[in-house]
């Protein structure tokens, strides 16, 4: 109760957060994206950079419990190639919150992924995915562009909103990645760059020792959606995975551009 008074929060409210917590863990051993409904719900309820800096030790947690369900699965060829690019979006990021109001955040987050879905769209009504479990599209020099793209694009708004998952997902979709794949790479991926916003994160003042007391309730509910996660993806076929993900991002998007 003293946390729930700490941050004001009606019984009702601490239910839709421990809610949001839960789909943190499924989006991260099922469809990732999803986690986007979890921002927009903690934005809702709790200050909305207060939030940014609360959602990140659940998404931690959900990341760990993805790496250890799909850590045989990571690509790491596409990992390396995209942690340089990842690294710039995080500092230009870090700059963008030093000046910018909720507003202009939320909207310009909602624009690039609904931007990116549409890019992602497009590329896959001109070509088949490849359905290697690890594929080789980033050994190319479109490739390397893409990557490269989407990377400072998945820095930038992971930093200022916890909302790179949409941006990858587009990315690892583009790129042709079976379900495995995709999941394992993400997971690896979400991890190290989580672990590493955390020094950013407290420097801007958005993680304390508030916010902790807060994520240590919540985070019991990570993991029962991540075991959910885990059960549902071997009963999701490919097709319908894809279109939860793209889905998962257009909903997203949308949150934020029109809240």
Same mark, same amino acid.
């Given at each position: 109760?003293?946390?729930?008074?700490? %941050?004001?929060?009606?019984? %009702?409210?601490?239910?839709?957060?421990?809610?949001?917590?839960?789909?943190?863990?499924?989006?991260?051993?099922?469809?990732?994206?999803?986690?986007?409904?979890? /921002?927009?719900?903690?934005?809702?309820?709790?200050?909305?950079?207060?939030?940014? @800096?609360? /959602?990140?030790?659940?998404?931690?947690?959900?990341?760990?419990?993805?790496?250890?369900?799909?850590?045989?699965?990571?690509?790491?060829?596409?990992? %390396?190639?995209?942690?340089?690019?990842?690294?710039?979006?995080?500092?230009?990021?870090?700059? =963008?919150? !030093?000046?910018?109001?909720?507003?202009?955040?939320?909207?310009?987050?909602?624009?690039?992924?609904?931007? !990116?879905?549409?890019?992602?769209? %497009?590329?896959?009504?001109?070509?088949?995915?490849?359905?290697?479990?690890?594929?080789?599209?980033?050994?190319?020099?479109?490739?390397?562009?893409?990557?490269?793209?989407?990377?400072?694009?998945?820095?930038?708004?992971?930093?200022?909103?916890?909302?790179?998952?949409?941006? !990858?997902?587009?990315?690892?979709?583009?790129?042709? =990645?079976?379900?495995?794949? =995709?999941? @394992?790479?993400?997971? =690896?991926?979400?991890?190290?760059?989580?672990?590493?916003?955390?020094?950013?994160?407290?420097?801007?003042?958005?993680?304390?020792?508030?916010?902790?007391?807060?994520?240590?309730?919540?985070?019991?509910?990570?993991?029962? @959606?991540?075991?959910? @996660?885990?059960?549902?993806?071997?009963?999701?076929?490919?097709?319908?995975?894809?279109?939860?993900?793209?889905?998962?991002?257009?909903?997203?998007?949308?949150?934020?551009?029109?809240?």
């Amino acid at each position: 109760m003293n946390m729930m008074t700490l %941050w004001h929060l009606s019984g %009702w409210e601490f239910a839709a957060l421990a809610l949001a917590a839960l789909l943190v863990g499924f989006s991260k051993t099922a469809v990732s994206g999803a986690n986007t409904i979890s /921002l927009a719900v903690f934005a809702a309820i709790l200050p909305a950079r207060a939030s940014t @800096g609360i /959602l990140l030790p659940l998404l931690i947690a959900g990341d760990v419990l993805a790496v250890l369900t799909y850590r045989r699965h990571a690509h790491w060829p596409t990992l %390396w190639r995209l942690f340089p690019a990842v690294a710039a979006g995080v500092v230009i990021g870090t700059l =963008f919150l !030093m000046w910018a109001d909720d507003g202009i955040v939320r909207t310009s987050i909602g624009a690039i992924l609904l931007l !990116m879905t549409g890019v992602t769209l %497009w590329r896959r009504r001109r070509e088949n995915a490849d359905e290697d479990d690890a594929p080789d599209a980033v050994t190319t020099p479109t490739g390397r562009l893409r990557a490269r793209s989407y990377g400072v694009l998945g820095g930038f708004t992971t930093m200022v909103a916890n909302a790179g998952g949409p941006v !990858m997902s587009m990315y690892l979709l583009s790129a042709g =990645f079976r379900k495995l794949g =995709f999941l @394992g790479t993400s997971a =690896f991926f979400f991890l190290i760059v989580n672990v590493s916003k955390v020094p950013f994160s407290a420097a801007l003042g958005l993680i304390d020792t508030r916010s902790l007391l807060l994520d240590a309730a919540l985070v019991l509910f990570v993991l029962p @959606g991540a075991l959910l @996660g885990r059960w549902a993806v071997p009963r999701i076929d490919q097709r319908l995975f894809d279109r939860l993900v793209i889905a998962a991002t257009v909903v997203g998007g949308l949150q934020l551009l029109l809240g």
